[in-house]
C-alpha cells in the first residue's frame, strides 16, 4: 500500500516536444506529491510539488497534474530542452510525523537535438 | 545559504568493516531523514531525525543506525557491512517536520 508506480522507465523526447512522465499511487493518507530531478554523480533536487487541494501547478515549464479520485498525478515539461536530460522521480508522503518519501522507480528523460 | 553537505564524498570499505556518514543539514533546518539509493531497490528511506530523536524508520536490519546532534548535524552509522550495502547514501534536511526535504549530494559506498 505503500508503493508508487511510475511510468515509463525511460523517455526520449526531441527538443522542443512535451515530455509526460506518470505515476500512481495506493495510499490514500498520501498528501505530498514532489518531483525531483537528478542528474548523475548528484541529489535529487526537488523540482515542484503539489498538494490534493489542487488539481495542477505550474512552475515555468514543469507542471504537476493530480487526478485525487485516479490517485494520479504526472509531471508534464513543456518546450523540452537537452539541459532537462535527467532521471525524474515522483514521490509521496503523507501527513505530520510520517514524511518519510516513498518513491517511484525513476524515469531517465533524454532530450534530442 | 549553502545546501546540505555530507561527507566523505567516497568511500572504499571491506566485508564486515563499519562505516560512519556525516551530514550537514542546510542551516536552520532541524529534520535530517537518510536514504538509501541503488539501482536495483531504488530510493528507500532508512530513518528521520528531528530534535535529536528518531521519528520514522524504514525497513533495515538493526545494522544501521544513525543519531542527530544538538546542531541538527546527523550520523548515520552501518556495521559489519555486507556487498549489498554498496550504495549512494543521501542525506536530505527540511526545516522543521514539514514535507519539503532537500538533498545533499551522497556519499557513494562501495564495499568490497
Known amino acids: 500500500q505503500q508503493q508508487v508506480k511510475q511510468s515509463p522507465q525511460s523517455l526520449i523526447v526531441q527538443k522542443g516536444g512535451i515530455s509526460i512522465i506518470n505515476c500512481a499511487y495506493e495510499?490514500?493518507?498520501?498528501?505530498?506529491f514532489p518531483w525531483y530531478q537528478q542528474f548523475p554523480g548528484k541529489g535529487p533536487a526537488l523540482l515542484i510539488a503539489?498538494?490534493?487541494?489542487?488539481s495542477e501547478k505550474k512552475e515555468g515549464r514543469f507542471t504537476i497534474s493530480f487526478n485525487k479520485s485516479a490517485k494520479q498525478f504526472s509531471l508534464h515539461i513543456m518546450d523540452s530542452q537537452p539541459g532537462d536530460s535527467a532521471t525524474y522521480f515522483c514521490?509521496?508522503?503523507?501527513?505530520?510525523?510520517?514524511?518519510?518519501?516513498?518513491f517511484g522507480t525513476g524515469t531517465r528523460l533524454t532530450i534530442i537535438p | 545559504k549553502a545546501g546540505v553537505t555530507q561527507t566523505p564524498r567516497y568511500l572504499i570499505k571491506t566485508r564486515g568493516q563499519q562505516v560512519t556518514l556525516s551530514c550537514s543539514p542546510i542551516?536552520?533546518?532541524?529534520?535530517v531523514s537518510w536514504y538509501q539509493q541503488t539501482p536495483g531497490q531504488g530510493l528507500q528511506f532508512l530513518f528521520e531525525?528531528?530534535?535529536?530523536?528518531?521519528?520514522n524508520k524504514g525497513n533495515f536490519p538493526g545494522r544501521f543506525s544513525g543519531r542527530q546532534f544538538s546542531n541538527s548535524r546527523s550520523e548515520m552509522n552501518v556495521s559489519t557491512l555486507e556487498l549489498g550495502d554498496s550504495a549512494l547514501y543521501l542525506c536530505?534536511?527540511?526545516?522543521?517536520?514539514?514535507?519539503?526535504?532537500?538533498f545533499g549530494p551522497g556519499t557513494r559506498l562501495t564495499v568490497l
Open positions: 536530505a534536511s527540511s526545516l522543521l517536520q514539514g514535507n519539503e526535504q532537500f
Open positions: 495510499n490514500t493518507a498520501f498528501d505530498y
Open positions: 503539489i498538494r490534493p487541494d489542487v
Open positions: 514521490a509521496a508522503s503523507g501527513d505530520f510525523g510520517n514524511e518519510k518519501l516513498t
Open positions: 542551516s536552520g533546518h532541524r529534520s
Open positions: 531525525y528531528f530534535s535529536e530523536t528518531q521519528r
